[in-house]
């Protein structure tokens, strides 16, 4: 399920037909959902959206219908936002930045100017590094406050802050696929936002137990069987779980490592597995369920 057909998208399909998967591209722009409505033809949906709304509310109807989708609208909801994110990663212990949000921006100027500068704000969902600031003085963060006020939409009121870590002009980001870390790339830029699509590089990272141990914890956390975990390393070396993206894009990864890191087929792997199990429950007289993550995980394991 996607409204765009990006690098990854054509990846996974091409997984899929290579895995023998009877697949068809569905768009959640054109998808029609009722209450009390019928399963679709579909066993299982791999939903790569890329609009978060769409993606979270396709993902409730199908599963309301009574079909499988990866990732679950819980994992879709508590991706698509980044306080969520923090409150769940920080019940399952796993090290993240110091974060604070505040109900208004008034209050948000007056607890930044408190606790003192730098400090980075972000709005609740967006991807791709839009909207995200780093305050280094009161000036900066009275004409960020100031604009997002403005904003007509109330959850842009809401101001999500996390601590600046010193980071060697990197972060991480770590694709999990059914609770295996599958490979991981450094994302380096001269700016101090490092996102592939503000034109940061990409280059082969070690996947070392303490990586892999903290991206599929943080995976876990979210109940994402599929998950791309940022994660920073301050000048220490301690790592630090930023967030976590459902609709993982990976061509960066892969391509930094040369074909010796395959993502879309560890997907199209899950997403065979999955079919097969829809399938003989089906096949059994059952109709198919939606089952939660950790359901979904142990059962394709």
Not at 28 to 49: D, F, H, I, K, M
Not at 52 to 63: D, H, I, K, P, S
Not at 140 to 164: D, F, K, W
Request: glycine share 8%; proline share 5%; hydrophobic share 45%.
């Amino acid at each position: 399920m996607a409204s765009r057909i990006r690098l990854e998208e054509k990846r996974i399909l091409q997984a899929l037909e290579a895995r023998g998967v009877p697949v068809v591209h569905l768009d959640p722009r054109r998808l029609e959902l009722t209450v009390g409505g019928a399963a679709g033809p579909w066993s299982v949906v791999l939903n790569r959206e890329i609009s978060a709304t769409r993606a979270r509310y396709a993902a409730l109807g199908l599963e309301a219908a009574g079909t499988t989708v990866v990732n679950s609208a819980a994992a879709t909801g508590i991706c698509g936002d980044k306080w969520l994110t923090s409150l769940a990663l920080h019940r399952a212990g796993v090290p993240s930045p110091r974060t604070a949000l505040s109900l208004t921006p008034e209050a948000a100027l007056d607890a930044v100017h408190e606790g003192g500068y730098p400090v980075v704000v972000k709005p609740l969902s967006s991807s791709w590094g839009r909207r995200v600031s780093l305050l280094r003085d009161h000036d900066a963060a009275e004409a960020v406050m100031e604009h997002c006020a403005a904003l007509p939409a109330p959850q842009a009121h809401l101001i999500y802050r996390q601590e600046l870590i010193d980071k060697p002009g990197r972060d991480i980001r770590v694709v999990v696929v059914d609770g295996r870390a599958v490979g991981a790339a450094y994302r380096t830029s001269e700016s101090w936002r490092t996102n592939v699509a503000r034109g940061a590089r990409t280059e082969p990272c070690p996947l070392t137990p303490e990586l892999a141990g903290a991206a599929v914890a943080a995976a876990r956390a979210v109940d994402a069987v599929i998950a791309g975990v940022d994660v920073v390393e301050d000048r220490e070396g301690r790592l630090y779980v930023l967030e976590v993206n459902s609709g993982v894009e990976f061509a960066g990864l892969e391509a930094s490592h040369q074909g010796r890191v395959d993502v879309a087929d560890a997907i199209a792997a899950l997403v065979a597995d999955a079919h097969r199990l829809a399938s003989t429950r089906t096949a059994g007289g059952c109709a198919p369920a939606a089952p939660d993550a950790a359901a979904l995980e142990g059962a394709v394991r």
